[in-house]
């Protein structure tokens, strides 16, 4: 493919900062490895392809293979989806969770390292603790969230004589309420506990960057403004007048070899 | 059986900002260097993808693994201890660099008047201005017989800042390697609005380069992008002041310095009197060995330098009924919790811009600056604006009231993701007879360690300087042209779950006197002379200020105790 300038923001600042720090390259010791990622960066941008052309056929460009389960059933999904949505609804700011993808992001945390509890220390022996001492249950995120999934589910049948995905927005909200304020019995675990887990995760999804399966096409960014990964503000920091960018995804930023 | 290997000269327990320093110093002199650190390797390129606030921020990339080793935690004796099972409150080092990776780079100096608390409050007001359990004492060591050293932090790190700082603050011989930090509108704000109030503001001193810098050893970095991804991140430049590309360049450059990473210290091997080495785990394999040494170095921070001593029953482990023993004694930590929100209808601000270091502050109501004597608090906090980058996963700014999801949550959230500024303090945190570091009688670490217990509660004294400390982020705030201001005023309960500081301070205290403080002020152990415990662990109390500058200056001071003891041997004082 013939190389094409492009004019993205990300190759401005990559030229603006050799500029103010092309001095540091070099010398016997070199604190910060500088050369590196500039050269490589550079090169990427200047062979990559202008925005609409791809390189795969067309028909599958626009399916996203990363959208499938890979820790939840389908109700517990689809209970994820309404649930999420109404923490963070869409409305005239924009998409909500559901459309930004976050329930795809839930289900590959449970699925990682984070919903598995891998960096947390879950030694016994597990006591009732005060709040100020934080979670002391020996069940994991996902162990959690999938309980107070399928209890979502029974308390709105016992309640409406519906399945949560069948209820109202407004019944839904009451029904979500009512874990947040610990109405309902999850086995003794505090329903408020598994609320809270979903509403962190809901925002995770929403804004944390698009390689993780949320933030569809860095819309929750876009959103509140949120210029994403950007290499240096460098130039724009002192401004008095407020910037408007195009965000950028850590995948723009990604050598493909 | 432990493998016993051939003797050093010296040996380092953890190879961060300490540790770092400690073994260019040495190495430069001309003395062997084992230093050993439990975590993995770091190095710049390791950054280039870090702009990912999931991982970095929320998931804690850099910090310690929890589930090999955490903290217990009561807030009274009364409670049992329960350990830290995720992140919260604090986010420990770990790996080369240690927390220097992934600190913001704020730079302070502590106050003269820090050294010298117990006696310059007596002096001014009276030993009855000292509660009960207040155990505040002087350090052993003043600000000017620091001074040169917090000399060799700022030239090596590189610290950007104003060439002329306020008279409330300490002396510099030297001013600051650069110049001060680029001025964001909203520094400006309020640094107009703490003016006409009469205080004195000036730009936070930066370890983030604010210009291109070469240092005294040599190592050249690149000025700070402002990028954004600084508190929790790895700097992918070069430009935030980290052990990586500052000390261990130079340490492993004499070819005097051998690292090992993955090695976790788990004893000091000692007769009572001296110590003779430590044993550790290569953690790969589990294999144990002892690196024998004529000095060791606890550089591994508050609680594991706390730990070592008492795990290996070196020194007088500290007994909060009888007063007596020095091991664990006045844990501290920092008073949050005052600060005021100013929300702006008419503008939005650039705030997903910044740098760890980034802001303006004031010291007109920190240390003794003011007069105390009709206040019911001791010492006071540094008030700041900072710009360091807000991030969308942490940063939700809503008014007060408004719920905390749903249509209104999103709503107000997104309206004001860009018209916040806040004024904070942060505060001096006082010592306490009841706050204490011991170890834990029941939980464990990955090697069948006690993990240690912190016994820590916010008090009066720091209710007090909330509300004293909030009334003064109004006041500027109010100043600072916003549609309306919020305050927040009230401290309760020390609460382990949400992040505050990773400042903790004391356990291993520096003193003049052997009864109640473990090192003397070249941070040599009273109860073994070649032992060096080095770190916020020394303070005897924190100061309304990050702790590094501090740390750093003692790590130097502590390299030229370890000097004259390798030549003379013996006490240092
Ligand atoms: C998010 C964050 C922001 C911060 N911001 C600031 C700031 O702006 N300004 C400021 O002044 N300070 C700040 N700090 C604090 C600063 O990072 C610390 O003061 C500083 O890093 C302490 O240096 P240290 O060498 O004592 O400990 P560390 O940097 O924690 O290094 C200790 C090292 O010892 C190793 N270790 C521990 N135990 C063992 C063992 N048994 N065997 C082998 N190795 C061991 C650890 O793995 C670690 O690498 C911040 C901290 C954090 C976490
Ligand atoms: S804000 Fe500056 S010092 Fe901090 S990580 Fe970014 S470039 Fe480095």
Redesign the pocket.
Known sequence: MAKKPTQKPQDESRRRFLKYSGTAIGGVVVGGVIGGIIGSSNQKRGEDAEPGETKTPAAESNRDYNQALMFFNQDQFMITEAASERIFPADENGPGAKELGAAFFIDHQMASAYGMNARDYMMPPFYKAEASQGYQLSFKRRELLALGLDALNEYSSDKYKKTFTKLAPEEQDAVLSDFEKDKVNLKGVPASTFFSLLQSLTIEGVYADPLYGGNKNMAGWKMRNYPGNQMSFYDDIEKEEFIKMEPLSLHDHLELG | MATKLPKASVVI???????GILAAELTKAGHTVVG????KSRATQDYYHVHDELRYASRYELM?DLSKETITFRNTEKMKALPMRSYGS??????L????V???????RFLPYDFEIYSKTVERYGKNKIPKDMTIRDWGITYDQLEPYFVKYEQMAGISGDKTLPPNIGAMSVPFSTGPMKKTPGMKIFEESATKLGYHPYIIPSANLSDNYTNPDGIERASCQYCGYC??FGCEYGAKADPVVTVFPVALKTGKLDLRTH????EIMHDGKKASGVR?VNTPTGEEFIQPADVVIL???VF?NVR?LLTSKLGKPYDPKTDTGAIGRNYAYQVNGASTSAFYEDREFNLAMGA??LGSNIDDFNGDNFDHSDLKFLHGANIRFTQTGLRPIQYQPVPLGTPTWGKDFKQASIHNANRVLAVSGQGASMPNRYHYLDLDPEYKDAFGMPLIRMTFDFEEQDVELVKFIAQKTKEIADGMGATKTEMHDTIRQYNIVPYQS??NTGGTIMGDDPKTSVVNNYLQMWDAENVFVC??SNFAHNSGY????T?GALAYRTAEGIEKYLQKGGSLV
């Open positions: 327990v953890g190879m961060g900002w300490v540790g050993l650190e439990r975590g310690q604090f986010l420990l080092g770990d790996g660099g240690g927390a220097g992934h600190w913001n780079g704020q730079y302070y508190e929790r090695a976790n210290v788990t550790y550089a591994g921070y594991s070592l760890g270091a990773t400042h770190g916020a990050n702790p590094t500058a740390v």
